[in-house]
């Protein structure tokens, strides 16, 4: 049974996003945030992350999201509702 306070989301992030540590300071920021899920390079420059968390925590993790880490260049960030998924932890691909 998923809780009722549990939000599911997904954001495609473009810019300068690979090679920068977007994935890892994203997992970094996912922990502290309590959000579990995933961050993962795609063949076309972007990274998409899925996350499952509080309300709260999304909007969090999604704001940070538009800045990204020093290194990174976000140009834009999309974010779409998902159904919910079973995930633990916080993982990088």
């Not at 970094?28 to 309300?55: H, Q």
């Not at 880490?69 to 974010?79: C, F, G, I, S, T």
Request: with cysteine; glycine share 12%.
């Amino acid at each position: 049974m998923h809780d009722e306070r549990l939000d599911y989301r997904q954001w495609h992030v473009s810019g300068h996003v690979q090679g920068v540590a977007f994935r890892a300071s994203t997992r970094a920021r996912a922990l502290e945030l309590g959000v579990t899920g995933k961050a993962e390079n795609l063949a076309d420059g972007r990274v998409r992350v899925t996350a499952c968390g509080t309300p709260e925590a999304l909007d969090a993790l999604g704001a940070w999201l538009r800045r990204g880490p020093r290194l990174a260049r976000v140009d834009e960030v999309q974010a779409h509702g998902i159904e919910p998924f079973s995930c633990t932890g916080f993982g990088v691909g």
